[in-house]
């Protein structure tokens, strides 16, 4: 009994070593990622996204989105986009929404799949209400992605 308690207090520490490294990679990353400097960021972001943590996944995600220090590929960041969704990262599941209204990064075009996943984003806290709050700027603005992403929302 005594070795199993021990088994569960070691896995429990070692768990913990793990997700605060994963942190401290993620804030490194962010930060150069902040400063614009994607190739020094992209590793950091990339191992703690590797360690499952969500707001990696998402920044390894805008970084193939967007090429930001890698090379720009669509069908990896959605992959790396829906990873964070599933763990509920609403940024994520925003962007997952884009990708299945445009058909971008090798998804079929997909207005249902894009509608329940930006009510979703847009339920999810904070975030979601800064998303919400965007998208209808964009829309007074004449931007029609945004226009059609709210139309969605219907």
């Known amino acids: 009994m005594k070795r199993i308690i021990l088994s569960l207090v070691m896995l429990v520490v070692a768990l913990a070593a793990v997700a605060q490294s994963a942190d401290k990679l993620y804030d490194e990353g962010k930060r150069l990622y902040d400063e614009k400097k994607y190739e020094q960021a992209f590793p950091l972001l990339m191992k703690a996204a590797e360690k499952g943590l969500r707001k990696a996944q998402y920044r390894v995600g805008r970084c193939y989105d967007k090429g930001h220090g890698v090379e720009e590929d669509n069908k990896t960041a959605f ?5 964070a969704a599933k ?5 994520a599941q925003y962007q ?8 971008k990064g090798g998804v079929a075009v997909d207005t249902e799949k894009a509608a329940k996943l ?3 984003a847009i339920k999810n806290g904070k975030s979601g209400k800064e998303i919400e709050e965007e998208l209808k700027a964009d829309a007074a603005k004449g931007d029609e992605e945004a226009i059609k992403l709210l139309q969605l929302l219907k």
């Open 87 to 91: 763990q509920e990262h609403a940024k």
């Open 118 to 120: 930006l009510k979703k």
């Open 96 to 103: 997952l929404a884009r990708y299945y209204l445009k058909g």
């Open 79 to 83: 992959i790396w986009y829906e990873k």
